[in-house]
């Protein structure tokens, strides 16, 4: 058999319990910081929870989403390292498409931290810590979403980098991951910005009448 002639059946190995355990902390972080921020955002529950400290109560969860963040990759490479590789995958041209990919995922990522700071990063606006305008230059220039196009590259780039087609099924599964997550956060945010807009016209409104 020529070594690229592999059956389907044999490029993902889904009987490991890694692979789906990897899959789920994928899924589980946006949907703990969404339903933990909408918590925030309603009830103040972490608000609460730090004596009523918002700007220490977001950098608690940026920490933890943070620490969430490092468990779902370590889950990650744990389960590409127990997959099968692909010879395809493990030629050097893969091996530099891997590099690129991961220095641009991990560019995306801090330059977009570095734009917006911790809080404009880790839902912020949430705990009514917005920012005073909406960031337009690099990342947003290229991207809307840079933590998510980010975080897909890293991803596909460490499949590359492992050589293993399971590590590019959930990539896809990272990708639609976040997709669902943009759909749900992006009105969200965008009614929090224009509440606070129409308080400001009105703020300014009352002004001039004075
Ligand atoms: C994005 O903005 C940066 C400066 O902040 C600029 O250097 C870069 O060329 C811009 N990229 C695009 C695609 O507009």
Redesign the pocket.
């Known amino acids: 058999m020529a070594p690229y002639e592999i059956p389907a059946s044999e490029l993902v190995d889904l009987s490991r319990n890694s692979f789906w355990i990897s899959a789920a902390s994928i899924a589980f972080n946006p949907l703990f910081w969404n339903i933990v921020a909408r918590q925030e955002y309603h009830n103040k529950i972490l608000t609460n929870l730090f004596g009523g400290r918002r700007q220490t109560a977001c950098y608690a969860l940026a920490a933890t989403i943070f620490c969430l963040g490092l468990v779902r990759d370590f889950l990650y490479e744990r389960a590409l390292r127990q997959q099968p590789s692909y010879p395809l995958l493990e030629q050097p041209e893969s091996k530099w498409l891997a590099y690129g990919l991961i220095a641009s995922g991990n560019v995306l990522v801090l330059s977009s931290t570095w734009a917006l700071g911790i809080t404009g990063t880790f839902l912020g606006d949430y705990f009514g810590i917005l920012m005073d305008d909406i960031v337009t ?2 990342p947003f ?2 991207t809307d979403a840079p933590m998510y196009y980010g975080s897909t590259c890293s991803f596909l780039g460490t499949a590359l980098l492992y050589g293993k087609p399971a590590g590019l099924l959930l990539t896809a599964w990272v990708f639609a991951v976040y997709q669902v997550a943009l759909t749900y956060e992006n009105p969200f945010t965008a009614a929090i910005y224009a509440k606070r807009d129409r308080e400001r016209a009105a703020k300014g409104e009352g002004k001039k009448v004075r």
Request: charged share 0%; hydrophobic share 50%.
């Open positions: 230059g690099f220039n290229v």
